[in-house]
């Protein structure tokens, strides 16, 4: 069975901090799918990010950055320069390939992230 | 906004009630998705359909059901409702089912109070 594994549950830096977010993650499926899922105030569920089990370059958007190791099964989260607007609820998520029609997402509980002014 | 359409955006409702959600997936989507999102139980797969057929249950109660219609809104069915069932109800929608990934897109949610 597959599962996502949010240690840190609060988060709460000063603006213009750097700050990281952790995922691990567990699966038997040798292809999977991770992903990033910012939840604001207001509520929705905005995608951030989706990383392949096949491609394990991280990537960097503006100032997102995601570091996928499959080493070690994490998918870790940094925002850099953080700012108030970056104030959320964050989710790693996991799809696994192998359950074929079965794309649901298995998401971690979630890191309530705080950014002060 | 994601294009994925869902009504209404509160209920609220008494224990024992029976309530309906409606989903609108993205234009040309094919599968739609159910997820709860509770304090408890936090953010969990309820059920999915692919172009009218059901092909994949997660943890869903024996109370609730679901459908995908022929112009590809679904409904998901809430009865004999519990305390326990206040929360955030998100509907997703996607191209296709496995094995090629699609991004699931969500909708803004059906927030349910149940009193």
């Known amino acids: 069975a597959q599962k996502v594994t949010q240690a840190q549950t609060e988060i709460s830096v000063v603006e213009k901090e750097d700050v990281t977010l952790d995922c691990v993650y567990e699966t038997r499926d040798t292809t999977y799918y991770l992903f990033w899922y910012k939840q604001p105030p207001s509520g929705e569920l905005v995608f951030l990010i989706r990383?392949?089990?096949?491609?394990?370059q991280n990537e960097i958007s503006g100032r997102y950055s995601w570091n996928f190791q499959k080493s070690t099964s994490s998918f870790n989260f940094t925002i850099t320069a953080s700012q108030v607007v970056d104030s959320a609820v964050y989710f790693c998520a996991l799809s696994e390939r192998a359950a074929g029609a079965n794309s649901k997402l298995t998401f971690g509980k979630g890191i309530t992230l705080s950014v002060r002014p | 906004d994601s294009g994925v359409t869902q009504t209404p955006k509160h209920l609220i409702t008494a224990t024992g009630q029976r309530v309906t959600l409606r989903c609108s997936p993205r234009s040309g989507d094919l599968s739609v998705y159910w997820y709860q999102q509770s304090l408890d139980q936090g953010l969990q797969f309820l059920i999915q359909?692919?172009?009218?057929?059901?092909?994949a249950k997660g943890n869903i109660l024996e109370r609730f059901s679901a459908q995908q219609f022929p112009d590809l809104h679904s409904e998901l069915n809430l009865s004999s409702l519990e305390l326990g069932d206040s929360a955030l109800y998100f509907c997703?929608?996607?191209?296709?089912?496995?094995?090629?990934?699609?991004?699931?897109?969500f909708g803004p949610g059906t927030r349910l109070t149940v009193l």
């Open positions: 359909y692919y172009n009218g057929e059901e092909r």
């Open positions: 997703a929608s996607s191209k296709t089912q496995g094995p090629i990934y699609n991004e699931q897109f």
């Open positions: 990383r392949n089990s096949f491609d394990e």
